[in-house]
């Protein structure tokens, strides 16, 4: 079973629903693939260093995933490439170090939603 984590960066244009709906196209493609979400955050408008497409800020969304079709990459970059609703994305494999890293981020944030609730 190999992990993942992608982000991606959307367009500061887009509205609420608009956002939903592209995360849920991606999600959509992962579970059709067989591969399981872990976690998914969204990080909000943030500003980024540096302009792309003259856009200063942009929508930041982390998805943790798991996979055994070791074709997902692809298949996930081309529906990136072709989704003119995203400006930038990374997508990288997890090894043991940045698994238990992940990990740990996880908890500290279920700890968080739990103290604000």
């Given amino acids: 079973m190999n992990h993942y984590e992608t982000v991606f960066i959307l367009n500061p244009v887009l509205s609420e629903e608009q956002i939903k709906e592209t995360v849920q196209k991606f999600k959509k493609l992962l579970k059709d693939s067989k591969s399981n979400v872990v976690i998914e955050e969204n990080w909000g408008l943030k500003k980024m260093a540096y302009s792309i497409q003259k856009k200063r800020t942009g929508f930041y969304y982390l998805m943790e ?40 981020r996880r908890k500290r944030l279920s700890i968080n939603e739990k103290e604000e609730a």
Avoid: G, P
Wanted: no cysteine; net charge positive; hydrophobic share 40%.
């Fill in 65 to 104: 995933f798991t996979s055994e079709d070791r074709e997902i990459i692809n298949k996930l970059e081309l529906a990136y490439k072709r989704d003119e609703r995203l400006m930038r994305w990374l997508t990288v494999k997890l090894d043991k170090h940045a698994l238990a890293y992940a990990e740990r």
